[in-house]
């Protein structure tokens, strides 16, 4: 599991929150949407707000990530994916939090940021949102491409 979701460090679990909600680098606007996203759950359910946001962010956690490598040969380029494994606990995290904030940027819908956001976290919390589905998709990518797996070092 997650070292840092484990220790209960919400202010660092916060200000990730805060900078991947960030449009155009105002992180004002990141906080407005976490305020409003975090009332939003708080009146849609009885669970603690906290316990759901690390239960949707743990379970939107991948492990490998895909590196994509240019290659020129002449005129051509060729783009090689390579599978690596992500070590440090607080990118997983960000990744799982980009995870989330692609699904709801897809999910192109007439609700608002928070309220898709609020939708997205309590599907996720119970293992059945987009995010999920596209950490499985990126763990069957990389079990396809497992040769290079071999040569990594654990």
């Known amino acids: 599991m997650i070292k840092s979701l484990k220790n209960n460090k919400i202010s660092s679990l916060r200000t990730k929150i805060i900078s991947t ?3 155009r680098g105002k992180k004002k606007t990141g906080e407005k949407i976490l305020l409003k996203f ?3 759950q708080q009146k849609s359910t009885s669970k603690s707000f906290k316990s759901v946001v690390h239960l949707a962010v743990i379970n939107s956690t991948p492990t490998f990530k895909l590196n994509e490598q240019i290659s020129k ?3 051509r380029k060729a783009i090689k994916s390579i599978p690596s494994f992500i070590k440090n606990d607080s990118l ?3 990744t799982s939090l980009k995870f989330i904030k692609n699904a709801i940027t897809k999910n192109k819908s007439s609700a608002f940021f928070y309220q898709t956001l609020a939708a997205e976290v309590m ?3 119970m ?4 995010a999920i ?3 499985n998709e990126l763990q069957k990518q990389i079990l396809v491409n497992k040769r290079y797996l071999s040569k990594f070092r654990w």
């Open 38 to 40: 975090a009332k939003l």
């Open 133 to 135: 589905d596209q950490k």
């Open 127 to 130: 293992l059945k949102s987009q």
């Open 73 to 75: 040969k002449g005129k």
């Open 92 to 94: 997983r995290i960000m």
């Open 21 to 23: 909600l960030m449009v």
């Open 123 to 125: 599907a996720s919390s």
